[in-house]
């Protein structure tokens, strides 16, 4: 029996009781009219239990989200740069924008629109509110003799359908702070939820910090998106489910090391779905130019971590996500190959794993090198969430004419490179856990010398397939930053923020 620990066992009370006054409500919810908007305004907060009609937040305003706040099917939310926007941590206030709706959300560098916690500074706390869960009519692969799955977490909406291209508003220079709730097991709002989410959104300069589940998670859907950041997440940075086939380009993840899941915490955690079944759509995210920040400074701290961080790429459950150009630092294992499914998307090369470099990863495993870099799971997977990290399955068949996972990840094409530490990357600052920097030094083996004429020792690729159309920006550089010097380089700049535990909002 597994023991919950005690920022769990809180979450789930608090769950509890929460979902205990919501059905003492609906009585009253049935027989009372519903008013077109329902706000209540004190002084300068605004408290927000519906919108019905179209609606615009002000900046001279705060908002306050009082219980599961839906902005319905028709009606269009607008929040103005530099808007506040708290969830209610009694009632774990959530936004839920359902398909139909759409959420302009379009801040700017110097005026990012925050939704954050409404308890004061120093007393904030993972979990504190829901969650934004933006929901549109995209292909998943779940929708079960025409009947739409259910937004997870207790909200009513469902999501899904067959208009890729479904437009679900935009969210540009947007901070999410301290939401997230994992309720139970397969029952959890994150950060930022994206359900069914078509191409024609626009997502971009997005930073979750301390969601209580994932920061990011995708349930099927098209949808694309640049310049994302997941800070000091509880579970998994970016989570893809049942069908999702969007591109991510330009990405960080920060860990603390204290801080992880029972489930088992991962930068990447992916699924076709909970069965491994054939489904389509099938799960096909593409991450490119993703600078991964694990728990692990060096391999000689693995006792100063949470016992649950796994590793930082778990794809599983037949799977196809490719991830490219990358950098992944500091995990206990570096990747999963989950299930003899997934296996046969790597021989199929449907899941790719290319041009990145591993550094940092702990010692120990079967695997030769003597560092867990990439153990392959299998044929059947590994036993719920948690997937032991100990020992590497038989080389497999499955894996063609790979061989096996160790031949796969290193083969000369897939141009992948390993180093002993995390130090031997040398970027500037990536540790810090109030104060980051990601950008790579001059002497980084990311960057190009001017000086010597010497190349990156991992260039990157944008021929393959999977990177080479035009939602890609094809850069000279792997991971999220050049390291070039210039001040446009780091577009983490201005509009972020890594201490929001201290911040007046």
């Known amino acids: 029996m597994q023991v919950l620990n005690p920022f769990r066992q809180r979450t789930l009370l608090a769950a509890a009781l929460f979902s205990l006054s919501l059905a003492a409500c609906k009585k009253d919810d049935a027989t009372t009219a519903t008013p077109d908007t329902t ?81 004061p500074k120093g007393s904030r706390n993972y979990g504190d509110w ?65 359900c069914g989410v078509g191409s024609g959104t626009t997502l971009d300069h997005l930073q979750v910090s301390y969601s209580g589940d994932d920061s990011y998670e995708w349930f099927g859907g098209t949808v694309n998106a640049k310049y994302l950041i997941a800070h000091r997440g509880y579970d998994d940075d970016f989570d893809t489910d049942n069908g999702f086939s969007g591109k991510v380009q330009f990405a960080v993840s920060l860990r603390d090391p204290l801080q992880a899941d029972q489930s088992g915490s991962k930068a990447f955690e992916s699924d076709n779905d909970a069965n491994a079944s054939d489904n389509l759509p099938k799960t096909s995210a593409v991450f490119s130019n993703v600078t991964v920040i694990g728990p692990l400074n060096n391999i000689n701290n693995v006792g100063g971590i949470s016992s649950q961080y796994v590793a930082a790429a778990h794809i599983r459950r037949n799977s196809a996500q490719s991830i490219m150009n990358s ?98 990357v040398r970027l500037l600052n990536p540790f810090s856990l109030t104060a980051p920097s990601f950008l790579p030094l001059t002497t980084s083996p990311i960057v190009w010398t001017s000086a010597t004429n010497t190349n990156p020792v991992v260039s990157p690729a944008f021929t393959d397939s999977k990177v080479s159309d035009s939602f890609f920006t094809k850069v000279a550089y792997i991971g999220a930053f050049s390291g070039s010097g210039q001040s446009t380089d780091n577009w983490a700049t201005g509009w972020t923020n890594f201490d929001p535990q201290n911040t007046d909002y």
């Not at 028709?74 to 759409?102: F, N, Q, Y």
């Not at 799955?149 to 207790?154: F, I, K, L, M, Q």
């Not at 590994?382 to 790979?402: I, Q, R």
Request: charged share 15%.
């Open 39 to 119: 706000t209540t305004t004190t002084g300068q907060t605004v408290e927000v239990t519906e919108v019905k009609t179209s609606t615009t937040w002000t900046a001279s305003n705060k908002y306050l989200l009082k219980g599961y706040v839906y902005v319905r099917s028709g009606a269009t939310l607008t929040i103005e740069p530099g808007t506040v926007i708290k969830g209610d941590k009694d009632s774990k206030g959530s936004l839920i924008v359902e398909p139909g709706a759409k959420l302009i959300a379009a801040g700017t560098a110097a005026k990012p629109i925050i939704f954050t916690s409404n308890q």
């Open 130 to 194: 829901g969650g934004v869960i933006l929901c549109g009519n995209a292909p998943v692969n779940s929708i079960v003799n025409g009947v739409k799955p259910v937004v997870e977490g207790g909200p009513t909406t469902t999501y899904g359908g067959t208009d890729a291209a479904d437009n679900s508003g935009t969210l540009q220079y947007v901070r999410i702070e301290f939401g997230g709730i994992a309720f139970s097991p397969n029952n959890e709002i994150n950060g930022l939820t994206l």
């Open 327 to 424: 950098v992944i630092l500091g995990y206990p294992a570096g990747i999963l190959v989950d299930h003899a499914k997934t296996a046969v998307n790597v021989a199929n090369n449907d899941l790719r794993f290319q041009n990145n470099i591993i550094a940092g990863m702990a010692a120990g495993t079967a695997a030769t090198r003597n560092q867990k870099n990439i153990i392959y799971i299998g044929p059947a997977g590994g036993a719920g969430s948690l997937t032991p990290t100990s020992a590497m399955s038989s080389d497999s068949s499955s894996f063609g004419t790979a061989v096996g996972p160790l031949s796969w990840l290193y083969k000369t094409s897939n141009v992948n490179k390993r180093y002993t530490n995390s130090d031997e």
